[in-house]
C-alpha cells in the first residue's frame, strides 16, 4: 500500500509542475487573444486542484522509494501524464475524439513528433506552443526532472534514474549525487535550448517560431508550428542551424557537461559514441546525397547534399522535422534513414533507439565471439577503449535489444492484421517505437497520423510509450516476479 501511495504522492508533485506549464499557455492565450484562454484555463486549475489533492493527501506517507516503486513511477507517469495534457485539446477542439488528443500527447510528451492535427499553420498561439512545451518538459525526461526536486522531499532518486535510463550512464566527472547530476544536465539542456533560440532568430525565424521549434530541436520532438513542418521557410540557413543542433541533441549531455565544464572539445574526441555517430550520419548523408544526385532526384549534387543532409539527421537523430517528402525518394534513402532512427542517438540524449553505446557494445561481442571460433582457448574481455565491459552489461544489452526487435514485430503484426499495407505499418512502427516521428506511404512527411484508424492509433500510441521508457519498465510489469515481495 505504501509502494502504491508514494506513486500517488509525487504524481501529485508532477501533476502540480503540469498546471505551472500550462499556466503559461494561460498566459500566453491571455496575451495574444487568441481564444483558447478558457481551455488553458480550465485545465490548469483541473490540473491544480488534482496535483493538490493527490500531494498533500499523501504527505504522511513514507519517502522511499524501492526498485518496484521506481518502475511503477516510469509507466504511470508516462502514461498518464497525457490524459491530463488532452484537456487544453479536447476543449479548444470539440471534434477532436479523446482517442485522438491522447495520442497527440502522447507523440509530445514521447518527444515522437507525429501528429494527427492538420491545418497547424491556423492554431492558436498558445495551442502550438503547448505542443512544443510538452517536446521540451520531456526532453530529458519527466522523471529525471522529478529527480532534480525529490531531494526536497526526501526522496532518493537514483532508482527512478536507474528505471528510466538502463544501460551505460557516464559517471566520471559528473556530479556525484543523482539531484546534482539531473539539475547539471538541465542546465546544460536549458543553455542550449536559448542559444537554438537565438541562433533561429538570426537565421529567419520569429520570436514565437524560434522559441517553439527551438524547444522541439533540443527534445529532438520535431512538432512544428506549420504543416509543412521546415518546408514551410525554404531556408538554407534555418535548415543548417537546425541540423547542428538536432547534432548535439543526439550527444550524451553528460560529454556535453563535462566538455564545458573543462573548456575543452577533447571530451568528444574520447567519447567512442560520439565518434561513432557522427562518422555514420555525416557518412551516411553523403552517401543518400549521391544516390538521390544519381537518380535524377535532383539536379546537382549540391541541391541533394542539402536535402538529404537536413532529412537524414533529423529522421536519424529521432526528431521528425521534414522539408522535403522523403516519401517520393527512391526507397533506399527513407529505409536507410529509418534504419539509423534505430541506432544512432547516443545514451544519455535526447533521442530514441537501441542508443549507438548499445549498438558498439553488440557489435564488438560479435567480433568476440568470431574470434572465439578461431582461438577457443583465448580469455579477451570485451573492451570499450581502455574499460572493460562487464559480462552483466553484455547480458543486459542483448536481452534489451532481443526485446527491442521482437516488440516491433509484433507491433508491425499488430497493424498489418488490421488492414494497413506493409511499408506504412512497418514505418509506423519504427518511426513511433524510436520516436522519430514521420514514416512513410499513409503516415509519410506529406500526411500524418490522421488517416489511420482508432485501433492502428492505438498500436502506434503504445509504441510510442514503449520506444520512450526504453521497453523495460513498461514489459516488466507483466513479469509474475516483479509483484512478488
Request: contains cysteine; glycine residues 8%.
Amino acid at each position: 500500500m505504501n509502494v502504491f501511495l508514494t506513486i500517488v504522492h509525487i504524481l501529485g508533485l508532477v501533476t502540480l509542475c503540469f498546471s505551472g506549464l500550462m499556466s503559461t499557455c494561460w498566459l500566453t492565450s491571455e496575451l495574444t487573444h487568441d481564444g483558447a484562454s478558457a481551455a488553458f484555463s480550465f485545465g490548469t486549475l483541473v490540473s491544480l486542484a488534482l496535483g493538490a489533492f493527490l500531494f498533500f493527501t499523501t504527505l504522511w506517507v513514507p519517502k522511499k522509494v524501492s526498485r518496484q516503486a521506481g518502475f511503477l513511477l516510469v509507466a504511470s507517469t508516462w502514461s498518464l501524464m497525457p490524459v491530463l495534457c488532452t484537456i487544453p485539446l479536447m476543449m479548444f477542439l470539440p471534434q477532436l475524439s479523446f482517442s485522438d488528443a491522447y495520442f497527440e500527447t502522447v507523440s509530445g510528451l514521447t518527444t515522437t513528433g507525429a501528429t494527427i492535427l492538420s491545418g497547424i499553420d491556423n492554431l492558436p498561439m498558445s495551442i502550438n506552443l503547448w505542443r512544443c512545451e510538452l517536446n521540451w518538459i520531456a526532453g530529458m525526461g519527466i522523471i529525471i526532472f522529478a529527480v532534480a526536486i525529490l531531494p526536497i522531499l526526501g526522496i532518493g532518486g537514483m532508482q527512478l534514474y536507474k528505471a528510466e535510463t538502463p544501460g551505460s550512464v557516464k559517471e566520471s566527472d559528473l556530479p556525484p549525487r543523482i539531484a546534482q547530476t539531473a539539475k547539471a544536465l538541465w542546465m546544460v539542456y536549458a543553455g542550449f535550448t536559448v542559444l537554438c533560440l537565438l541562433a533561429l532568430r538570426w537565421a529567419g525565424m520569429s520570436w514565437f517560431d524560434a522559441i517553439c521549434h527551438a524547444f522541439a530541436t533540443m527534445s529532438l520532438g520535431g512538432f512544428s508550428t506549420h504543416d509543412s513542418s521546415i518546408g514551410f521557410y525554404d531556408s538554407f540557413t534555418i535548415e543548417m542551424v537546425l541540423t547542428v543542433f538536432q547534432l548535439l541533441a543526439a550527444i550524451n549531455f553528460a560529454t556535453h557537461f563535462i566538455a564545458l565544464r573543462k573548456q575543452s572539445i577533447k571530451p568528444y574526441f574520447y567519447d567512442r559514441e560520439v565518434r561513432a555517430f557522427l562518422t555514420l550520419v555525416l557518412g551516411s548523408c553523403v552517401i543518400a546525397a549521391l544516390v538521390l544526385w544519381d537518380r535524377g532526384t535532383y539536379p546537382d549534387f549540391f541541391t541533394a547534399l542539402r536535402y538529404a543532409t537536413f532529412n537524414l539527421v533529423t529522421i536519424a537523430t529521432d526528431c521528425g522535422f521534414a522539408n522535403q517528402d522523403f516519401n517520393k525518394w527512391p526507397i533506399f534513402v527513407p529505409m536507410w534513414m529509418l534504419f539509423l532512427s534505430c541506432i544512432s542517438a547516443s545514451s544519455g540524449s535526447t533521442g530514441g533507439g537501441i542508443r549507438m553505446i548499445r549498438t558498439i557494445i553488440l557489435m564488438k561481442q560479435a567480433r568476440l565471439e568470431m574470434f572465439k571460433f578461431i582461438h577457443p582457448y583465448a580469455i579477451r574481455p570485451l573492451k570499450i577503449g581502455e574499460m572493460i565491459v562487464s559480462n552483466a552489461i553484455v547480458n543486459s544489452v542483448t536481452g534489451f535489444i532481443f526485446l527491442y526487435f521482437i516488440s516491433i514485430v509484433i507491433l508491425i503484426f499488430a497493424l498489418l492484421i488490421s488492414g494497413l499495407d506493409f511499408i506504412t505499418a512497418f514505418s509506423a512502427i519504427i518511426a513511433c517505437f524510436n520516436n522519430a516521428g514521420p514514416g512513410l506511404n499513409e503516415v509519410g512527411p506529406a500526411a500524418n497520423f490522421s488517416g489511420i484508424t482508432d485501433y492502428q492509433k492505438g498500436v502506434c500510441t503504445f509504441a510510442m510509450l514503449l520506444g520512450r521508457v526504453q521497453i523495460f519498465s513498461i514489459v516488466i510489469l507483466f513479469v509474475p516476479e516483479f509483484w512478488r515481495k
